[in-house]
């Protein structure tokens, strides 16, 4: 399983960006699928989910009614649409995928990971 993170950027506050995965697996509609973050001289922390299905999401507070994440099972891509980004936005986005049913927040539970993509606001 290979996960291809893409889509980030230099944006200001305010803007948006929509990052993609794109998931290598036979059985992509199998997997649950994370995005977490990491900014700089911290940990890294969970960002949104989604179950093998599509049909469940969940989002850090931080994020919610912000962040939009969703499930294109016929081009293997989960993408996280983020609007109105703030500075403290600012990270390395990383997409993971999980074969638990529903949308995990524990990175613990996803077993693969793609290379992550740099997101940064400016203020």
């Known amino acids: 399983v290979q996960l291809q993170a893409s889509g980030g950027g230099l944006v200001q506050a305010g803007d948006s960006l929509r990052l993609s995965c794109t998931i290598s697996a036979h059985d992509f509609r199998t997997y649950a699928v994370g995005w977490f973050r990491q900014a700089p001289g911290k940990d890294r922390e969970f960002v949104a989910a989604i179950s093998y299905s599509g049909g469940s999401t969940t989002y850090d507070d931080s994020v919610k009614g912000r962040f939009t994440i969703s499930k294109d099972n016929a081009k293997s891509t989960v993408y996280l649409q983020m609007n109105s980004l703030k500075p403290e936005d600012t990270a390395v986005y990383y997409c993971?995928?999980?074969?638990?049913?529903?949308?995990?927040?524990?990175?613990?539970?996803?077993?693969?990971w793609g290379q992550g993509t740099l997101v940064t606001v400016s203020s």
């Open positions: 993971a995928a999980s074969k638990a049913v529903i949308a995990e927040v524990h990175e613990g539970m996803y077993a693969y």
